[in-house]
């Protein structure tokens, strides 16, 4: 076929995409115009008055809904919070909190940040900020209140639990770092750990230096533990770059592909390794998420690794953010990312905003480098399945209606300091169990709120079951009086969590959990079983 006839053939095709192109460019154009000129007469002639800002960003929020959960809308107000998650730094206090009853309160304070050096204390409640009363306020409407340039000051009345006056604290603001690995060490004999909370900026590097501190200080260290453990991921080349502490040069780690060929990449390790073969072991669970799935699911792959907890979240979508103008970007998903294996990660199906579970069966298989069998979709199935700890029933009312915070701010005014983070324990439990009572404190199991929906549909039915119904609530009722006692060695875990917390913050609340971590000691366990450990990475199974 010579090239003439080639070129009337191809003609049509080039005519009609273009055509195509043309047509979606007009319809932009005029949907743009209809959206502005209704944004204009809702502003202009709505019967109440309009926060222009607010219109705006239901209409950013519901035009996005539609696609994956991680394409969002960032406005001007949501960027330091943007900025922390990207680079691990922001400008501002160093304080979190949360709305309790009228007042926002302190929930957790980062060492070495401004508010930490200004007094501020975990418990605080913020009264009023500039002289401005902050009663009704919400988390955002006060994180706006407190925003400014370094160097600039606020002054806060606080209301801080046991004090009979009013607390006035002047802060200067400044720059906030937040480590991400809070904590690296030994939890056994030879064993190394290491803590990644975010994949912010010179998260591999970190994790790098701390594993070559433990082998300078542990000549014979024989194996690592990585905890990615709720770690939500962030950028992505630090998790090619963590990849590569632990393999060679030159290998791949994941490739993006997208709707614009010339933006897929290959990303491959470019660096010589910190220790290519000491035995590893990475910690995750359902919230594991993004880099964190990149670097356990090439472990995986590559056979570097084992990897052991409970199922990962199942993100596997690159994001870039666009400028918007006025400090607003917006974060779209532009790509989906694969590991070596091939295999994609990403969930494929979302119920209210969360990843539905893809039954193994309708996951595709690859193999890693050994042999053994990978799925893709829906995150990352660990190698070794572990039960996740979950905080239930009474635990999780006491946490939720803030009994073990409140008790915890209440030891932390009568006790200047604690024993070391190691050592210190928490045994008073008839303590806690009057201050429990004090606060007339009840919840609902779940098996009192289907009985609530039972008794509602027997109405409607018109069944005669309320006397059944009765007799079961107070069944219930007399098995729950138990429940505090029962759960007695995990509620006093959460207490003393929460308790070094206040006077180590979240390294010490990293390193005491590693006391009794049942995760961690299956690590332990494994990686002391030299044969086990690879048979595993074989793919000849256990």
């Known amino acids: 076929m010579n090239n003439k006839l080639k070129l009337l053939l191809l003609s049509p095709f080039f005519a009609l995409t273009l055509l195509q192109a043309q047509a979606n460019y007009f319809d932009i154009a005029k949907n743009m115009e209809i959206f502005a000129n209704a944004y204009r007469e809702v502003n202009h002639s709505y019967v109440d008055a309009l926060d222009p800002n607010q219109v705006m960003r239901r209409g950013m929020d519901a035009m996005l809904e539609g696609l994956d959960p991680f394409t969002n809308y960032i406005s001007e107000t949501d960027i330091e919070g943007y900025r922390i998650q990207v680079d691990g730094k922001y400008n501002g206090l160093g304080a979190t909190g949360e709305r309790v009853g009228d007042y926002v309160v302190i929930v957790e304070i980062i060492e070495n940040s401004p508010a930490h050096k200004a007094g501020l204390k975990v418990g605080d409640a913020l009264v009023s900020i500039d ?77 790098g230096d701390a594993l070559t501190t433990l082998k300078q200080k542990n000549p014979n260290l024989k194996g690592l533990i990585l ?168 635990v999780k009312a006491l946490l939720d209606q803030n009994i073990v915070f409140d008790y915890a701010t209440l030891f932390a005014q009568k006790r200047a300091s604690i024993d070391s983070i190691e050592i210190f324990e928490f045994t008073d439990f008839d303590d806690f169990s009057k201050f429990v009572q004090s606060k007339n404190f009840d919840y609902q199991t779940h098996s009192e709120k289907k009985l609530a929906e039972l008794r509602e549909t027997a109405a409607r039915e018109n069944w005669p079951l309320e006397a059944e119904i009765q007799a079961l609530e107070i069944k219930i009722k007399a098995e729950k009086k138990g429940e505090l006692v029962k759960q007695r060695d995990r509620i006093l875990h959460e207490i003393e969590q929460e308790i070094v917390g206040r006077y180590y913050f979240q390294r010490g609340k990293v390193r005491k959990n590693l006391v009794n971590d049942p995760e961690v000691k299956e690590a332990v366990k494994l990686i002391n079983d030299t044969a086990r450990y690879n048979l595993i990475l074989s793919g000849k199974g256990e």
Request: with cysteine; proline share 5%; charged share 25%.
């Open 131 to 207: 002289g401005q009363s902050a009663k009704g306020r919400t988390e955002q409407q006060v994180q706006e209140f407190l925003r400014g340039f370094p160097g600039t000051k606020t002054d806060l009345l606080v209301r801080r639990p046991g004090e009979s006056k009013d607390l006035k604290i002047t802060l200067e603001r400044g720059e906030v770092n937040i480590p991400n690995v809070p904590h690296s060490g030994l939890v056994a004999d030879g064993i190394g750990y290491v803590n990644l909370t975010t994949y912010s900026e010179d998260a591999a590097q970190n994790v």
């Open 227 to 394: 905890d990615l453990r709720g770690n939500g991921g962030g950028l992505l080349n630090e998790a090619v770059n963590l990849v590569n502490v632990f393999v060679p040069k030159g290998e791949l780690v994941a490739s993006t592909r997208g709707k614009v060929p010339e933006w897929d990449l290959n990303l491959r390790t470019q660096y010589a390794p910190n220790d290519k073969d000491i035995p590893l072991v990475i910690l995750m669970d359902k919230m594991s998420a993004s880099a964190s799935e990149v670097t356990a699911g090439a472990l995986q792959d590559l056979d570097r690794g084992v990897v052991m907890g409970q199922k990962s979240y199942g993100k596997g979508l690159v994001q870039n953010t666009k400028e918007l103008g006025y400090n607003a970007r917006i974060k779209l998903t532009t790509a989906k990312y694969y590991i070596p294996s091939g295999r994609c990660i990403q969930s494929v199906r979302y119920k209210d905003g969360e990843p539905v579970d893809i039954p193994e069966e309708e996951r595709a298989q690859f193999k890693t480098r050994n042999g053994r069998i990978v799925l893709d979709g829906g995150g990352i199935k660990p190698d070794i399945a572990l039960p996740h700890d979950t905080a239930m029933g009474v």
